[in-house]
């Protein structure tokens, strides 16, 4: 059964930091795309960083490069999402996704994670 389970969502004040983790189970990271999205009610759903994406290289959103840091340990099958210097507009539900190398499209990813909650408080 395959699937990404997403947590380290939570409620933090602005300037402060968060973790979320997204472990997978059923297949395996290796040459694969990975990601993190965000969405707020009544908004699309925003890439907001990914490995392995696009042309192959790493991603980050103009609005959270230089806080956002996205990284993979293929060995335990789970890719992270390092948030420094939060802000409240970041707050939104994150999910995690997976899909075939050089992904980029929501559409494009095949296997999603059920959210993570993040609220930045001011």
């Known amino acids: 059964d395959v699937q990404l389970q997403a947590s380290g969502g939570g409620l933090v004040q602005a300037g402060r930091s968060l973790t979320l983790s997204c472990a997978a189970s059923?297949?395996?990271?290796?040459?694969?795309?990975r990601g993190w999205f965000r969405q707020v009610p009544g908004r699309e759903r925003e890439q907001v960083s990914c490995?392995?994406?696009?042309?192959?290289?790493?991603y980050y959103a103009d609005s959270v490069k230089g806080r956002f840091t996205i990284s993979s340990d293929n060995a335990k099958n789970t890719v992270y999402l390092q948030m420094n210097s939060l802000k409240p507009e970041d707050t939104a539900l994150y999910y995690c996704?997976?899909?075939?190398?050089?992904?980029?499209?929501?559409?494009?990813?095949?296997?999603w994670g059920q959210g993570t909650l993040v609220t930045v408080s001011s």
């Open positions: 996704a997976a899909g075939p190398q050089y992904s980029w499209f929501p559409h494009e990813y095949n296997h």
């Open positions: 059923g297949f395996t990271f290796d040459d694969v795309a």
């Open positions: 490995i392995g994406c696009g042309d192959g290289s790493t």
